[in-house]
């Protein structure tokens, strides 16, 4: 392991990651002089990959509980898509699907001085959606490599896609919101509440302040998911998922072979 994470070891790693998305070789961990070892350096190799990958359309924030640090993964054009949607399971080495909810951002954020407030955070939300973020590894073997490396890999993000939702307005109570999840017709899960990191007004925050700014702040239209409701459930090939949230919306995708 390297003393010091250099600007060419950051992205020596991006290119590392972008091999196996393009069909190239996965190991069960980057080799240890490209392997981040603290959440600066696996951020910085986030960022690199993202702009290998394209324009930045979208964030995935989240925290272990309300009190933990966040943390974060952008997301780009070619992975966010509008529901009804159809992914294929081919080229994943798995595919897992987590309810959560989406933020539409109708004001920008760009990064400044003076940090921005919750109530200034909100009021620049345009909308909430009901949203399916489908999971996966790039790695040979999912959830082996080090978090910090998940990190650098986009967080084990897959595909996200957004369903309808509703004017922005009364907060989303993390502890009672009604959440529905279907695959091929049958309950899986049926509960309240669910989201660990808590309220999401502390995630989008923290995400503004901070875990967006490297990449240029949250821009008008971005879309921001805040966390899973549900935990993963893997599915298989021909697979139609169906998310309910109630008062919010719906969001249905078709796992394709």
């Not at 590392?16 to 069960?28: E, K, Q, T, W």
């Not at 595909?159 to 993390?174: K, Q």
């Not at 899960?189 to 925050?205: E, I």
């Given at each position: 392991?390297v003393?010091?994470?250099?600007?060419?070891?950051?992205?020596?790693?991006?290119?590392?990651?972008?091999?196996?998305?393009?069909?190239g070789?996965?190991?069960?961990?980057?080799?240890p002089?490209?392997?981040p070892?603290?959440w600066?350096?696996?951020?910085?190799?986030?960022?690199?990959l993202?702009?290998?990958?394209?324009p930045?359309?979208?964030?995935?924030v989240?925290?272990?509980?309300?009190?933990?640090?966040?943390?974060?993964?952008?997301?780009?054009s070619?992975?966010?898509?509008?529901?009804?949607?159809?992914?294929?399971?081919?080229?994943?080495?798995?595919?897992?699907?987590?309810?959560e909810t989406?933020?539409?951002?109708?004001?920008?954020?760009?990064?400044?001085?003076?940090?921005?407030?919750?109530?200034?955070?909100?009021?620049?939300v345009?909308?909430?959606?009901?949203?399916?973020?489908l999971?996966?590894?790039?790695?040979?073997?999912?959830?082996?490599?080090t978090?910090?490396?998940?990190i650098?890999?986009?967080?084990n993000?897959?595909?996200?896609?957004?369903?309808?939702?509703?004017?922005?307005?009364?907060?989303?109570?993390?502890?009672?919101?009604?959440?529905?999840?279907r695959?091929?017709?049958?309950?899986?899960l049926?509960?309240?509440g669910?989201?660990?990191?808590?309220?999401?007004?502390?995630?989008?925050?923290?995400?503004?302040?901070?875990?967006?700014?490297?990449?240029?702040?949250l821009?008008?239209?971005?879309?921001?998911?805040?966390?899973?409701w549900?935990?993963?459930?893997?599915?298989?090939?021909?697979?139609h998922?169906?998310?309910?949230?109630?008062?919010?919306?719906?969001?249905?995708?078709?796992?394709?072979?």
């Amino acid at each position: 392991m390297v003393e010091t994470f250099t600007p060419e070891s950051v992205e020596a790693a991006a290119e590392r990651l972008l091999a196996a998305r393009n069909g190239g070789p996965r190991v069960v961990d980057l080799p240890p002089a490209l392997r981040p070892t603290d959440w600066e350096t696996a951020y910085a190799v986030q960022d690199a990959l993202i702009t290998r990958l394209g324009p930045v359309v979208g964030w995935k924030v989240g925290a272990a509980d309300p009190q933990s640090e966040p943390f974060r993964a952008a997301l780009t054009s070619q992975t966010v898509s509008l529901s009804p949607a159809s992914v294929a399971h081919a080229g994943h080495a798995v595919l897992g699907v987590e309810a959560e909810t989406v933020y539409r951002f109708d004001r920008a954020l760009p990064p400044r001085e003076r940090p921005y407030t919750e109530d200034e955070v909100l009021a620049a939300v345009g909308s909430i959606h009901a949203a399916i973020e489908l999971v996966d590894t790039h790695f040979a073997v999912w959830g082996r490599a080090t978090r910090l490396s998940q990190i650098a890999d986009q967080f084990n993000h897959a595909h996200l896609i957004v369903g309808s939702g509703r004017e922005a307005g009364a907060i989303v109570d993390a502890l009672n919101q009604p959440v529905r999840l279907r695959v091929n017709g049958e309950i899986v899960l049926d509960q309240r509440g669910g989201n660990a990191a808590g309220p999401s007004a502390r995630l989008l925050a923290w995400l503004a302040n901070g875990g967006a700014t490297s990449l240029g702040g949250l821009k008008e239209g971005t879309y921001v998911t805040t966390g899973s409701w549900t935990g993963i459930t893997f599915v298989a090939p021909r697979s139609h998922v169906e998310v309910t949230f109630e008062g919010i919306g719906s969001v249905v995708v078709d796992i394709t072979e």
